[in-house]
């Protein structure tokens, strides 16, 4: 009699073992993908990854933020808070991203945002060392032969690809010809172009 009044209900063990499935939720996760043509990793980390991971954690109510800068490339993927509505992180997550293309002058285009699905993960790659071009403008130069910053971002973007990523290609690079009102500038004639080894990917994580 006395244990049979310490064995619990079966209808009681029966709903504490649903419980965990009834009650929990995955957390939420959006990704949000940025277009930075010309920009090495370390450009997109200085102007988008690094400041949009802060205002995304602070403005937001998600539990993490992550941030991956690439050649050409930012993503980032906000982990909402366990029990969170994913819509209302969703919606948080673009009155953010709102004003970031606007403040790049062209220069950023948004790819995607979206939350992902439950069964797709969320990235996780090694850093690599590789090779790349450094080109850093000489603005007053390039002001005195009629270049704008805008006009000569577009051309190095254009002309920067695979086949830069090495002595030859750097040396290509150098010679790129970008025209302004009524003839043209050589790339070297207003910038250092150099090959320069760094990783091909920087990653930010707050908190």
């Not at 490339?73 to 997550?93: C, N, Q, S, V, W």
């Amino acid at each position: 009699m006395f244990r049979a009044l310490l064995r619990p209900p079966l209808f009681l063990l029966a709903l504490s073992a649903m419980a965990p499935f009834g009650c929990s939720k995955p957390q939420a996760v959006v990704k949000i993908s940025y277009a930075c043509p010309g920009y090495s990793a370390e450009v997109t980390d200085e102007h988008v990854v690094w400041p949009l991971v802060t205002s995304l954690l602070l403005k937001t109510n998600a539990e993490k933020v992550t941030g991956i800068g690439t050649d050409g490339r930012a993503e980032f993927y906000l982990i909402g808070k366990k029990g969170g509505d994913p819509t209302d992180l969703l919606h948080e997550a673009q009155t953010v991203v709102a004003g970031v293309v606007e403040k790049s002058n062209g220069m950023v285009r948004l790819s995607e945002i979206r939350l992902l699905g439950t069964s797709e993960p969320v990235p996780s790659q090694p850093i690599k060392q590789v090779y790349r071009p450094k080109v850093v403008i000489d603005f007053k130069k390039a002001s005195a032969a009629g270049l704008t910053a805008e006009d000569a971002a577009k051309a190095i973007s254009a002309a920067i690809g695979p086949e830069t990523n090495s002595p030859e290609g750097v040396r290509k690079l150098a010679s790129t010809t970008m025209p302004v009102e009524g003839s043209h500038v050589i790339l070297s004639d207003v910038a250092t172009v150099t090959l320069e080894k760094g990783p091909d990917r920087i990653i930010r994580t707050l908190p």
